[in-house]
């Protein structure tokens, strides 16, 4: 951990007021607002991967407080848990490292926390604060209904001729959708703003943790599939574990996505088709059946790949 200084200090307080900005401003512009919400993050990932822990810190509480004494206290906690603390804790733990040698390596070498462990913590942080933020607004089947009725009503108001069919069954299937797809939104938009971070802070030359080649280093754990597969079951037991669920299954679904594009990328490498087949494959993702497949792949290809550097003066945090 950095020494506790007015430097950091005054960092990490301009890191959580940009960050409270950019969540006010996702207030403000309702079509951009997931943009400006996952944009928060950013601040905090990049000082405490180029500042460290003391930074992190300090930008979460001035967040927290400003949010609190400005909007509310619950805007406060949810702003905490849904971005900052996710942010502040995948930082922490990519600065972290340990001698090579006590994971059977190299002795001379660091090893850095893996990626896969990353992005695995990562799809559990979101799991709870979306389960948090369901909880907060009292999310179930009545209030789906109550919405997809509104909905309706309004399509009805716009179009007088407009048939109301099947509305149970949609109310049904949207019950699971959301906690599926909020949560795997969630999942990619805080990568993305982690990935942003970390090139920004290696461009600067300053930052704690090696850049790492991504198509090789992003996997999930072996164990991720397990909670995938508890997570699945559970949609088909009903009533709060089926919203778990379903929320496990967009978080962690999320993380094999992501690791299994990193997987294609990997394997299509000096390849002369890579490129049309890459953005064939981004642009088919946004269908269902071709982001299974895609799912599936990183289903299969898990592993827990070390990143191994050199030591440098102030590396060696422990894990």
């Known amino acids: 951990m950095k020494k506790l200084d007015g430097k950091l200090l005054l960092i990490g307080f301009l890191a ?7 969540v006010m401003a996702a207030s403000g512009q309702p079509s951009l607002s997931a943009l400006f919400y996952a944009a928060s993050a950013l ?17 979460i509480v001035t967040a927290a407080v400003i949010g609190a004494v400005a909007v509310s206290p619950l805007f406060s906690v949810a702003m905490a848990i849904f971005t900052l603390l996710p942010a502040g804790w995948i930082a922490h733990l990519a600065s972290l490292a340990r001698p090579a040698g006590e994971i059977g390596g190299p002795d001379h070498l660091l090893a850095w926390y893996p990626l896969s462990d990353i992005l695995m913590h990562l799809c559990a942080l979101v799991t709870l604060g979306c389960v948090f933020l369901g909880a907060m607004i009292g999310y179930d089947a009545e209030l789906v209904g109550t919405m997809v009725d509104a909905m309706m009503q309004a399509l009805q108001n716009e179009q ?3 048939a109301v069919q099947q ?4 109310k049904s299937s949207l019950l699971l959708t959301l906690p599926i797809v909020q949560g795997a939104m969630w999942v990619l938009l805080l990568f993305t703003a982690y990935y942003i971070a970390t090139r920004i ?3 600067s030359g300053h930052g704690l943790r090696p850049r790492e080649d991504i198509p090789s280093a992003l996997r999930m754990n072996r164990n991720t599939p397990f909670i995938f597969l508890i997570g699945l079951i559970a949609c088909f037991i009903g009533g709060i574990p089926a919203l778990v669920g379903a929320t496990v299954c967009g978080t962690f679904g999320a993380g094999f996505l992501l690791s ?16 049309p087949a890459l953005i064939l494959a981004y642009m088919a993702a946004a269908m269902t059946l071709p982001a299974i ?21 102030g590396d060696g945090q422990n894990p």
């Open 16 to 22: 959580g007021v940009t960050a409270v900005f950019l």
């Open 43 to 59: 601040p905090v990932l990049i000082v405490g991967l180029r500042w460290g822990n003391v930074a992190t810190i300090t930008a």
């Open 160 to 162: 007088p001729g407009f």
């Open 167 to 170: 509305t149970a069954s949609l």
């Open 201 to 203: 802070v290696s461009a």
């Open 260 to 275: 299994g594009f990193a997987s294609l990328h990997q394997r299509t490498r000096g390849r002369e088709w890579r490129v």
């Open 293 to 313: 497949l895609i799912v599936i792949l990183g289903l299969i290809d898990t592993r827990r790949t070390v990143a191994l550097t050199p030591p440098r003066q």
